[in-house]
């Protein structure tokens, strides 16, 4: 599975948008980006992924350049509760196992 | 539908026991992972397997450790004759199988204490 880079730590104002890079220079054709988060040590959560097109859910938005060396995972509306490790991840297809990185600390302050 | 279910959530166990820790998939979901993280560390994979079978095992230690998914029942982690430095936080993921466009989801884990 290709490397990603993310930067250590990260600061975000409560209400302001979040802006997490992933580098993945490395990135294969068929394999996808996934963001998780682990809060507190708690079970990683799945927040979305995708290929090659930008894709949005509930939580969250995921944008990756056209040359898919990159990507930025975007939550829209910072919260406390979205104080977070965040990893970016990338992998062939589904059913492959994910291998995490030392992800990116988001401190969401008020 | 429930979760990735895990259990205990916590357990202690003297240096030299067995450990044994449960995962139940989601409902439909066939493939399971497990993964261990150690105090202040990262996510680190140990198991991959599907129903019967042991598709993925790079990560597990050679001695003491495995892992079984029965037709039947829960996927097993078992730690023989712990030590110290096996105390972490281990946490199982499950899928559906592969041809469905989906991701893995996380149990919460149990936290095991050696002493």
């Known amino acids: 599975d290709a490397k990603t880079t993310q930067p250590p730590s990260m600061d975000c104002a409560e209400g302001r948008a979040a802006n997490l890079p992933c580098n993945h220079s490395t990135i294969s054709g068929n394999e996808y980006v996934y963001w998780y988060r682990q809060i507190h040590s708690q079970g990683p959560q799945y927040i979305i992924h995708?290929?090659?097109n930008n894709e949005t859910n509930e939580m969250a938005s995921l944008i990756i350049t056209e040359d898919r060396k990159s990507s930025t995972l975007i939550l829209p509306h910072a919260t406390l509760r979205d104080t977070a490790v965040y990893y970016c991840?990338?992998?062939?297809?589904?059913?492959?196992?994910?291998?995490f990185g030392a992800g990116t600390i988001l401190r969401v302050k008020s | 539908n429930a979760g990735v279910m895990q259990n205990p959530r916590h357990l202690v166990r003297r240096r030299g026991q067995e450990a044994r820790l449960r995962c139940s998939p989601m409902k439909g979901h066939s493939h399971v992972y497990w993964y261990r993280q150690l105090p202040e560390e990262g996510l680190k994979f140990m198991v991959y397997?599907?129903?019967?079978?042991?598709?993925?095992e790079s990560g597990m230690p050679k001695e003491r450790f495995s892992a079984e998914f029965p037709k039947e029942g829960p996927s097993i982690l078992r730690i023989q004759q712990v030590v110290r430095g096996d105390s972490a936080a281990y946490f199982c993921?499950?899928?559906?199988?592969?041809?469905?466009?989906?991701?893995?989801?996380f149990g919460q884990g149990t936290r095991l204490t050696v002493v």
């Open positions: 993921a499950s899928s559906p199988p592969i041809a469905l466009n989906t991701e893995a989801f």
């Open positions: 991840i990338v992998r062939v297809g589904y059913g492959n196992k994910l291998v």
């Open positions: 995708g290929l090659k």
């Open positions: 397997l599907q129903k019967e079978n042991i598709i993925d």
